[in-house]
């Protein structure tokens, strides 16, 4: 089906605010789908290492044959920046600033100022309550999570987190975006970690704290987990994946929201101080160079 020369009906245009790990990402899904896309980031050095990300993206999704166009047509749908003003025409804006509600309250509140009415407006965060982040909002009924995994690329689901506000009307604008995307959109009532991360970063702080007591090395305590459980990745590889400095944001928030349970291990922090903080730094648990 082609929709206003979109292979699927995504929407036309898309604004991702936070041009890191997933706001290229996401960025990329939607050019995939069709959508112009305006990534807006703040660092300035931040959006030229995107953009060779997002060119990488689209020359392998070219290669599996699955792209509509030549990389470089579909590149001319992106437009990237420091002014958040390139968001305005976006039917859906989807907000990857770093893991910090004083952060995103503030790019929530900016981007809501220069949306149409009717633009969803959503929030990638791995944890915080979307009521919390809502609360700024003039209009929080068009507000909820849209979640998506890390890599963006090779992630199938996208967990869809409907706020206490949210109108069922943007709530299925949203899902809807997600299936065109072409993943499964995961519904998930409000609450602090909604189920994945909830799940997920309970176990990686759990291997974190057995490496802490040497228990096991991070290669065995891996190895337990997806030979002995069949998981696809072990704990410690997810959370060098993920990024120790985005674990342990999502840590001190849960073990505030839901109790000491989620208390981030002296280990973790100390690793984030020394700038260990996984793939994107060259080393976390293990080495990448
Ligand atoms: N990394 C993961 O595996 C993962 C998975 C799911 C969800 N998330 C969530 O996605 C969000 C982003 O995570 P990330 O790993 O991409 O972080 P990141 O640090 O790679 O990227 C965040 C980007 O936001 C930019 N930024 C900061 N303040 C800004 C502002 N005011 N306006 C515009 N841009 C601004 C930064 O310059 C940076 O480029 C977080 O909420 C995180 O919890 C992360």
């Given at each position: 089906m082609t929709v206003g020369g979109r292979p699927n009906g995504a929407p036309a245009s898309v604004g991702v605010v936070g041009a890191g790990a997933m706001g290229t990402g996401i960025a990329h899904a939607f050019l995939v789908a069709g959508s112009r896309v305006a990534l807006v980031d703040v660092g300035e050095d931040v959006l030229p290492r995107s953009v060779e990300r997002l060119r990488t993206l689209l020359q392998q999704t070219h290669y599996r044959g699955?792209?509509?166009?030549?990389p470089d047509q579909v590149e001319r749908r992106l437009q990237v920046g420091t002014?958040?003003?390139?968001?305005?025409?976006?039917?859906l804006v989807v907000e990857a600033v770093p893991e910090v509600p004083a952060v995103k309250i503030g790019v929530l509140g900016a981007v809501e100022a220069v949306v149409a009415a009717d633009t969803v407006l959503a929030t990638n965060t791995s944890s915080i309550s979307v009521g919390e982040l809502g609360?700024?909002?003039?209009?929080?009924?068009?507000f909820l999570g849209?979640?998506?995994?890390?890599p963006v690329p090779a992630s199938l689901m996208v967990e869809v987190v409907v706020g206490p506000c949210t109108a069922p009307e943007f709530r299925d604008r949203a899902v809807t975006s997600v299936q065109l995307i072409g993943k499964e959109p995961v519904l998930v009532r409000d609450?602090?970690?909604?189920?994945s991360s909830r799940l997920g970063v309970m176990l990686g702080l759990e291997a974190i704290r057995m490496v802490e007591e040497g228990v096991a090395t991070p290669e065995d305590i891996d190895k337990a987990m997806t030979l002995?459980?069949?998981?696809?990745?072990g704990p410690l590889h997810l959370t060098d994946l993920v990024g120790l400095d985005v674990r342990l944001a999502i840590a001190d928030y849960l073990s505030v929201?839901?109790?000491?349970?989620f208390a981030p291990p002296t280990l973790l922090r100390t690793m984030v101080e020394q700038g260990y903080v996984g793939r994107k730094s060259g080393r976390g648990f293990f080495s990448y160079e």
């Open positions: 699955q792209l509509d166009g030549a002014d958040l003003a390139a968001v305005a025409a976006s039917a609360q700024v909002l003039e209009h929080p009924e068009r849209l979640h998506f995994f890390n609450a602090p970690g909604f189920a002995g459980y069949k998981h696809p990745i929201a839901l109790g000491p349970r």
